[in-house]
C-alpha cells in the first residue's frame, strides 16, 4: 500500500478555462511554484469498491459530500482510460480505497485540489508500479485528470503546465522549468477568510468563455505571459516575475469578474492587503509581489532579503491566517 504526499503550487501564469472540460485540457499554458507546504498525504491501495476517507491535521475526520466521492469516482474511472491508453487496461483491476489526510483547509484559494489529485497521481504511479513504470511526465497527466493545476505539483521547483494540441487524454501535462534549488524564493499566504468559496474551480472554469475579455487573455498568455515568466523564472529577474505575475493575476479576476454569472472571489480584505503589499514595497524598495489564485488568499512571493519584513507583514494582519512556505520539492512516495 503506497503513500504518498504533495503540497500546492502558485501559479504566476494562471490556468482559467479549458479548451476540453471533462478531461481538464487548459486553453493555455501556465506556469507556477511548487510549495513545500502545507501537506497532503494519501494512502491507496486496491479495493473492490471506492472508498475515500479524508482527515484534517488534527486527526479529524472531515464530511465529504456526494460530489466529492462522485469527483474521486470520475477521477479513477479516467486514470483507468488513461492506463487503457498506455496499454495496461488491468493495472487497477477494480477499485481503490483512498486514505486522505490534509493540513490544507479547503476552498479558500490555497489550491488543495492541486495538492490532493498530484498526491493521489503518484500515489496510483506506486499502486501500479508492479505493473507499469510511470513517467513524471504520464504521472502529472493522472494529475491532470482530477484538478489541471495539480499536474504542476507532480514536479518540485518551478513547472509549466503545457496545453499542447488536440483533446487526447494525454495532450496536456506537466513539465518543470527550473528545480527546486534554482531560486529560493518564499511564499507567506496571508488568508483573510477561512471560509469555503461558494462556487468551486471545476464550475469557475466552464464560465472562462462567457467573459468578453477571455480571448484577450489567452492571446496576451500565448504571445507574451508565458515566455516572459518562464525567462524570468530561468534568469531569477523578480522585476519581470513581479510584472507578469501580478499583471495575469489581476487579470484572471477580470476575467471572473465580467464572466457570466460573475464570480467575485476576491474581497475588501484582498485589495487592502494588495494596496498596503504595494505601498510597502514602494517604501523600502522590497522584492515582493502578489498574486491570487481562486479565492481571497494573497499570496506574498519574496527573495529571502526580503522573507523576514514581510513575514512581520502578513502576521501584523489581524484576523488573517497565515502559512509561510518557500520553493518545494513536489509530489513524492513516502
Known amino acids: 500500500m503506497p503513500t504518498a504526499r504533495s503540497t500546492p503550487n502558485i501559479a504566476f501564469i494562471k490556468y482559467w478555462g479549458n479548451r476540453f472540460d471533462a478531461l ?32 484534517a491535521s488534527d486527526g479529524s475526520e472531515r464530511s465529504l459530500k456526494e460530489k466529492d466521492i462522485a469527483r474521486f469516482q470520475k477521477h479513477l474511472d479516467f486514470t483507468k482510460r488513461y492506463l487503457e491508453h498506455l496499454g495496461v487496461p488491468n493495472a487497477i483491476p477494480a477499485s481503490v480505497t483512498i486514505t486522505i489526510r490534509s493540513a490544507i483547509p479547503p476552498a479558500i484559494g490555497l489550491a488543495s485540489s492541486a495538492a490532493v489529485f498530484s498526491c493521489l497521481a503518484r500515489a496510483y504511479q506506486g499502486l501500479i508500479s508492479p505493473t507499469i513504470a510511470l513517467t513524471d511526465k504520464q504521472t502529472s497527466i493522472i494529475a491532470r485528470l482530477g484538478s489541471g493545476s495539480a499536474a504542476r505539483s507532480i514536479f518540485g521547483g518551478f513547472t509549466a503546465l503545457i496545453a499542447g494540441e488536440g483533446d487526447a487524454i494525454d495532450s496536456a501535462y506537466g513539465e518543470q ?11 507567506i499566504v496571508v488568508v483573510p477568510s477561512m471560509e469555503e468559496k461558494t462556487v468551486g474551480s471545476t464550475e469557475g472554469h466552464a464560465t472562462a468563455h462567457t467573459s468578453p475579455f477571455y480571448p484577450a487573455r489567452i492571446t496576451a498568455i500565448t504571445t507574451r505571459r508565458q515566455q516572459a515568466c518562464v525567462d524570468a523564472v530561468l534568469t531569477r529577474d523578480f522585476e519581470k516575475l513581479q510584472a507578469v505575475a501580478e499583471e495575469d493575476s489581476l487579470d484572471m479576476h477580470h476575467v471572473m469578474e465580467t464572466s457570466d454569472p460573475p464570480l467575485q472571489y476576491l474581497s475588501g480584505e484582498t485589495h487592502r492587503i494588495i494596496h498596503e503589499v504595494e505601498s510597502l514595497r514602494r517604501q523600502r524598495h522590497l522584492p515582493v509581489l502578489y498574486t491570487m489564485d481562486a479565492g481571497p488568499t494573497v499570496h506574498l512571493v519574496c527573495t529571502e532579503e526580503a522573507a523576514g519584513a514581510i513575514r512581520d507583514f502578513a502576521h501584523a494582519q489581524k484576523d488573517c491566517q497565515v502559512f509561510e512556505t518557500k520553493v518545494g520539492g513536489g509530489a513524492h512516495l513516502v
Request: contains cysteine.
Open 24 to 55: 481538464r485540457i487548459p486553453m493555455a499554458d501556465s506556469v507556477s511554484m511548487t510549495l513545500d507546504a502545507p501537506t497532503v498525504e494519501i494512502d491507496l491501495d486496491h479495493a473492490e469498491v471506492l472508498g475515500v476517507q479524508s482527515f
Open 177 to 187: 522549468c527550473a528545480q527546486e534549488k534554482h531560486w529560493p524564493l518564499h511564499d
